[in-house]
């Protein structure tokens, strides 16, 4: 029966499906090298009359004459189907091997010499441990000087790390990219972020810490995504240059989040939260004249003198999920109903203390005191910007609760609640986090212009968040943001005055 024909055109082809051919050879030698349990590798790069002569070592496993015959030099076949491995895609060696001008590979007892489909496996030489690659790459084929190859090989470590000890020229390789803990989960790997060095506006993808390839992002942090090596041959393209396309739509949509929205993309699934709901959302209506509805509804409710608070103001079927707050909620104090409080740490002090702190039953003496009128500034900066939101967004009514984020990363947050609420939360407090996760003292000073100004744009900010365009910190988020606080700034003076005036 006639056979296919591998012309040798076939194997110089090969580079041309790589997006960058110098750290695909550095990835796969690396690769194949950790697979076959590498604790040294050692790479020498020379230059020779007609192009780079390549030196790669590793003291691993090293090739059986049955694993060299049937497996390296049977294409598509391979020794890696389990989940430890990265390889396994059974192609890589037309690659670093079969398309280079000629090739050598020291294993055991054997050498290999080979130039692309050709070779001669010599036997019987003194036993050597791992493996040793000798390739020489043509500058008539590939353009590649030693030079390049030396960075290649660099520039790839660097945005690895691996636990072999790698030299390079004799110089024991340090600069690891190590990518802290996990903050976010994709349904084939885990994303961590580093935000204070490393490849910045970079995501590095690897599997088993070895880089496959890497991404622009518009968010200055270094992101990387280490895919669940089980799944690595299911969601990597067999050139490692890119995932399949389902797996590529889930990252190119997370990618979008962390350039718009650094910050939030990183937040959820990490620590562990705590919220506490109380009460019943607020109905925010848009007024017909703002002026009228302040100074009508003020007679109804006595709470704040502009009526702000009590224009809408729910007291009615109080319930809590907080045990402590249900007892206090009995009162109905129109300032705590639906008050939201979400803490998010792993320091069980901290969190011990934050809600010891914001939860309303304790609020007896003067600090309790100052933080209930703090809470009443907040609903009526948050009030204000929701007229706004309503006026220009053509917005009849929005189901809001007022409340506190106790988080070291957040000045204030929008969270959508269960019951279709929007929780608008502020932190009233510096919190550190790190070795000692603390709670500080408040920080606004209820009667000071800068306070309440502050709180006002805070409260313009995540009222922003209520509209459906505007989820993220994206261009349609600034336009909206500017138009509802150039309204609340036109009336700041008013709104201050509201906010003093109800302590
Ligand atoms: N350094 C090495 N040490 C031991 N065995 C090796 C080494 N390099 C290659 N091999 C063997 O050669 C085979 C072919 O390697 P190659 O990189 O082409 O394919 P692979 O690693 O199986 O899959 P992939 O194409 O995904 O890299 C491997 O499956 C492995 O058995
Ligand atoms: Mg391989």
Redesign the pocket.
Known sequence: MPQITIGPQFFRNEARSYGNVKLAIAR?LL???V??G?KHIDIEIASTADGTDLLFS?D????SRE?LEN??FSLGA???NTGATT???????QLVCFCQRSYEIRTRDMLVKGSGADFDIIDGLPEIK??LFRIQIAWAELDISPRELLDAFRSYLGMSQLTAEVTISGEKFKSWCYRRSVERTLSFGTVHVNKTSGHRNRLLVRTNSLLMYSLYHQSPVQVVLEIDPSRSREVLL?NRDSLKQVYREELDKFVQEISTDTLSAFRDNNAPKTQILAGNARQFRAPSSSVETYTETAMQVDCGPQGYVSANMPCSGIRSNSPVLSGYLEQHDPVTDGLVILTKTNNNAALVRASRLFTPANWNGVHGAKRRKLLLQWIIACEAALESFCRLTCTESIAWRPGFVIDPDMEAANQKQPDGSFALMFNPVECRDGAVYSIGNIKYKLKEWESTARLLTLAAHEVTHCHPDCKYHSESFSSKFTEIMADCAARLPEIHRAMVQCL
């Open positions: 796969e690769q194949n090298a697979d076959a590498a590793d691993g496993t090293g090739m694993v497996v390296f391979t020794t890696k390889g396994g895609m059974g192609v890589a060696r791992g493996c067999s």
